[in-house]
């Protein structure tokens, strides 16, 4: 079965986004942020869980840098969202520079590898 990039799940108190497959370039990073984007839009939803967990990240760290860079060009109501964002561990080193850059341009994004965690502080945030 061939999954989308991103599949959704409007929750009670926050809209969760499961990722899927490979990202092997930053214009497959901007089509899945793109797809996000518009799910958060039609659901109002402020708050998401992001779990890419199931997917396989083969780009450049530096790819951070550029995907927070669309964000602030295409995407600039992202900022009123909270992002809770789960990843596997050997993608530490990425998300974590994408939490960073994204805080530094004033997205409210927060990385973790538990998505028991990454839940409990979303529904902590007002």
Request: glycine residues 4%.
């Amino acid at each position: 079965m061939n999954l989308p990039p991103v599949t959704f799940e409007l929750r009670e108190q926050y809209l969760l986004v499961t990722g899927h497959g490979t990202r092997n370039s930053l214009t497959g990073m901007v089509d899945s942020a793109t797809l996000i984007m518009k799910m958060a839009r039609e659901s109002g939803s402020r708050k998401m869980l992001v779990d890419f967990r199931q997917i396989q990240i083969n780009v450049r760290i530096t790819e951070a840098f550029n995907i927070v860079k669309t964000y602030e060009k295409k995407m600039p109501d992202l900022r009123t969202v909270l992002v809770a964002a789960v990843f596997e561990s050997q993608h530490r080193a990425f998300a974590s520079y994408w939490q960073e850059v994204s805080s530094k341009r004033g997205f409210t994004i927060k990385v973790f590898e538990d998505f028991g965690e990454a839940e409990k502080w979303l529904l902590k945030q007002d």
